[in-house]
């Protein structure tokens, strides 16, 4: 369903349009005088760490992370945690930054988060818009997609019909706010639907794919697959068309805590079969809720 724009409950009066933009340099003086710092000590060959910090634990946890981690987007406005969410898949990014992928989606956006709960959240939990500021700028910098062994294509909506070949990808200017039109809108918004060619998306953005589109990206790109997410499935995953060229990987279950669905995660080894473990949201006495928060209606739109 299309997200409709409708009005805040607590008017985001602070955002003046220097935040609309993305930064094209950092300048907080820490930030930069921590890198500075950080160099120095890469340099000098200096551990932040004292060695006797280094655990059996710890080792045992990095030698674990033996395999690389691709997360397909909406990482936020998905439940009454998002940035707690966010800041763990942050932590994992800076922690094992070879290992680790992070995707943009739609909700990776400053208007989306103003209206479906990523905006308030913050504000709830800071009493400013400042961290939900920071955040957005992170996500002017994330990846738009993701190409595993040259054969499996991941990206969060679907294909565009700007885009032909994934050297078209890798140029689309990513850096900004997510665009109401063209081929870095389409990739974060489009869905895959039984349509000939390309149909317009009820969304209002991106646009409907059929199987003739992703069988002749797949042909041009020499992919044998399309991973990507944005749309609720209850089984958790779900192939589209006849050639199973395009899957979709959803991962939060119980969506919105009421629609009862099961989730999955991907996993594609050396042989690029994928394979799905399916998973089901914790019952609700073993779940945390926070002590204040909107009602479910004001929070999911």
């Not at 020499?222 to 209850?234: C, M, P, Y």
Request: a negative charge; glycine letters at 6%.
């Amino acid at each position: 369903m299309a997200p409709s724009l409708m009005p805040l409950k607590t008017p985001p009066a602070v955002i003046t349009s220097a935040d609309i933009e993305p930064p094209s340099s950092i300048t907080d003086p820490k930030v930069r005088n921590k890198m500075r710092g950080s160099q120095h000590d890469d340099e000098e060959g200096e551990d932040p760490e004292p060695s006797h910090t280094r655990s059996a634990s710890e080792t045992s946890s990095a030698l674990k992370l033996n395999r690389n981690f691709v997360f397909l987007g909406d990482y936020v406005d998905r439940g009454y945690f998002s940035l707690e969410t966010l800041t763990l898949l942050l932590c994992l990014k800076a922690k094992y930054p070879d290992r680790v992928t992070l995707v943009r989606g739609n909700h990776e956006s400053r208007q989306i988060t103003q209206v479906y709960g990523f905006y308030e959240e913050c504000f709830q939990k800071y009493g400013s818009a400042s961290v939900w500021k920071a955040c957005c700028q992170v996500f002017d910098f994330m990846t738009l997609g993701a190409i595993i062994d040259g054969k499996v294509l991941c990206v969060h909506g679907g294909l565009s019909p700007e885009i032909r070949t994934l050297d078209q990808v890798r140029v689309v200017a990513r850096a900004q706010e997510i665009p109401h039109e063209g081929a870095f809108c389409d990739l974060v918004w489009s869905d895959p639907d039984d349509v000939e060619t390309w149909a317009v998306s009820p969304r209002g953005a991106g646009w409907l794919f059929g199987d003739r589109v992703a069988d002749e990206f797949c042909h041009v790109n020499d992919l044998s697959l399309i991973a990507r997410a944005h749309q609720l499935v209850n089984e958790g995953y779900k192939y589209h068309f006849t050639n199973q060229n395009v899957v979709t990987v959803w991962s939060a279950p119980n969506y919105c805590y009421r629609c009862g669905n099961l989730a999955s995660v991907c996993e594609i080894g050396d042989d690029l079969k994928p394979t799905f473990k399916l998973f089901s949201a914790v019952s609700d006495d073993q779940r945390h809720m926070p002590t204040s928060r909107p009602g479910r209606s004001e929070y999911f739109l």
